[in-house]
């Protein structure tokens, strides 16, 4: 088992910023990925962004120059730093996380998830 926790979610002024992390424990951890997707209320949950094991990223195109994923090997941590927050932002972010090197923007292709953290973001 896996477990997932994720913190950083909060109100933010449109063109505001935000930076969520997620800490993975459980077992020993080594050739996985990790990504955050986004549900908005009435909305099927979407790719926002993915890292692979070797540290190449992937992201939706709504979100290109705006986020940022990093990873903490060490820690077992990934961060999403968000900038230029816009309204259509606003949902509740999951941590996923998967035994494979690769990154998939299939939300069955993640084998765990977090609770979720909100992000509002207001105009």
């Known amino acids: 088992q896996v477990q997932l926790v994720e913190s950083g979610g909060g109100l933010v002024q449109a063109g505001g910023s935000l930076r969520l992390s997620c800490t993975a424990s459980?077992?020993?951890?080594?050739?996985?990925?990790m990504g955050w997707f986004r549900q908005a209320p009435g909305k099927e949950r979407e790719f926002v962004v993915g890292?692979?094991?070797?540290?190449?990223?992937f992201y939706a195109d709504s979100v290109k120059g705006r986020f940022t994923i990093s990873r903490d090997n060490a820690k077992i941590t990934v961060y999403l730093q968000m900038n230029s927050l816009r309204p259509e932002d606003t949902a509740v972010y999951y941590c996923?996380?998967?035994?494979?090197?690769?990154?998939?923007?299939?939300?069955?292709?993640?084998?765990?998830w977090g609770q979720g953290t909100q992000v509002t973001v207001s105009s």
């Open positions: 890292i692979s094991w070797s540290g190449a990223t």
């Open positions: 459980g077992r020993t951890f080594r050739n996985y990925a």
């Open positions: 996923a996380f998967r035994y494979s090197a690769s990154v998939v923007n299939n939300p069955s292709g993640y084998d765990y």
